[in-house]
């Protein structure tokens, strides 16, 4: 079961739309008096993966401290998606993927300089299961999936999901995927998958470590992290655009990603440190 990706794909680009209009009509000295802060006159919007939206929302309030002048608006998807999506040019400034192959994609096509590429963290998975289910997650690890009590577990689409394709890879390593694949219900990324199972659409996940330790999730259920050798690394990275409206703007912002502060932050929601 999957919902249409096309639906989403078109909310996506139409959200992105609207924050940016919003964004052009405040711009300017604010007429409101002086504040304690310089109002943000300078922009720097931004496609990033699901498995951001708690972490990234965190380093844009760091970075806001330390800039206060820049602005950074996300808007949260499926880096597939958003893959097509900045193909056809979407008005994005900073394109943040959970795969590091899509900008590089990019890239390729002429729509991005290969020397605003960049790694910012590693991708973990994790079993997820809510705290009045009757599997105990700890000693079953990924044969949690085969619980009789587990009737379906979402996981994000692979078709366009970087974490949809290391859940499959990983429930195929480890030798659940035959017996569960018919149970399957897929978000449109990883995030809607977390809120399937969450919400109790589903009795069980395989999402994003970053997010099921969000205090959302961490206080509902429990998690089992997934060893990382069971699936294709989730490298993500990210990469300018070139029709970005103010490069140094989002040069800046790129720059505290993947600098100290934005590392810290990251690791703390469960990204591991780009390999070096």
């Not at 964004?23 to 006159?41: E, I, L, M």
């Not at 590693?122 to 997650?137: E, L, M, R």
Request: charged residues 20%; contains cysteine; aromatic residues 8%.
């Amino acid at each position: 079961m999957t919902i249409p990706q096309h639906a989403f794909s078109t909310l996506s680009l139409a959200i992105a739309c609207v924050l940016l209009a919003a964004c052009g009509c405040d711009q300017g000295p604010s007429d409101k008096g002086a504040t304690s802060q310089p109002a943000a006159t300078r922009t720097v919007n931004v496609a990033a993966a699901a498995d951001l939206r708690y972490a990234l929302d965190e380093v844009i309030a760091e970075f806001a401290r330390a800039q206060p002048a820049i602005r950074v608006t996300p808007v949260y998807g499926s880096s597939g998606n958003f893959y097509s999506q900045l193909s056809s040019k979407a008005p994005f400034d900073v394109y943040l993927s959970a795969d590091i192959d899509y900008p590089r994609k990019l890239i390729e096509a002429g729509l991005a300089s290969r020397e605003t590429l960049f790694e910012y963290a590693v991708g973990q998975i994790a079993v997820w299961t809510p705290n009045d289910s009757p599997v105990d997650i700890a000693a079953r690890g990924i044969e949690s999936l085969t619980h009789p009590s587990v009737k379906k577990i979402a996981i994000a689409n692979p078709q366009h999901a970087p974490y949809g394709r290391a859940a499959e890879a990983a429930m195929k390593k480890l030798g659940v995927y035959d017996r569960v694949k018919d149970q399957l219900v897929l978000g449109e990324n990883v995030a809607q998958a977390a809120q399937f199972v969450e919400s109790g659409a589903a009795e069980a996940g395989v999402v994003a470590l970053s997010l099921a330790v969000t205090p959302a999730m961490k206080d509902k259920g429990r998690h089992w992290v997934v060893p990382a050798d069971a699936y294709p690394p989730l490298r993500q990275g990210g990469v300018i655009l070139s029709w970005a409206k103010d490069a140094d703007a989002a040069g800046q912002f790129r720059a505290f990603v993947t600098g100290t502060g934005g590392a810290a932050i990251l690791r703390r929601h469960g990204f591991a440190p780009p390999a070096q």
